[in-house]
């Protein structure tokens, strides 16, 4: 922490035109004021917190993203497999009308005209 030379400061001060009250507040305002600054140390300090957070923040998100695609993968094999179970409906379902088809024009043949 600085050490302030009030009495140097005060001298400055009024040499410059303030005056004695006006440098006696200015300067007991600026010694207030050191308490609540942030020093190097704060600074640095908040930096590792801040860093440890985005490090924390980026690999929560790299698992939610993997957890994401392994649920996109298991939904997408899921619709395949009910567009496979479809396609065979929809097979049969043809196969069944072709035959039905087949079976009324073979009985039209027979129909006696």
Known sequence: MAIVDTHEAFERLT????????AE???????ESRD??????DLESLAQATKADI????????ADIDALAQ??????TAVQGSLRELELRL???MYGV????????????????
Not at 15 to 22: E, L, P, T, V, Y
Request: net charge positive; aromatic share 4%; charged share 20%.
């Open 15 to 22: 040499g410059a035109g303030f005056s004695k009250d006006q």
């Open 25 to 31: 507040t200015l300067i007991q305002t600026v010694g």
């Open 36 to 41: 609540v600054l942030a020093t190097k140390a």
């Open 55 to 62: 490090d924390s923040l980026a690999r929560q998100t790299k």
């Open 71 to 76: 649920q996109t993968k298991a939904d997408i």
């Open 91 to 93: 097979r049969l379902q």
């Open 98 to 113: 072709a035959v039905v088809v087949i079976g009324v024009l073979t009985a039209l043949e027979f129909i006696p005209r």
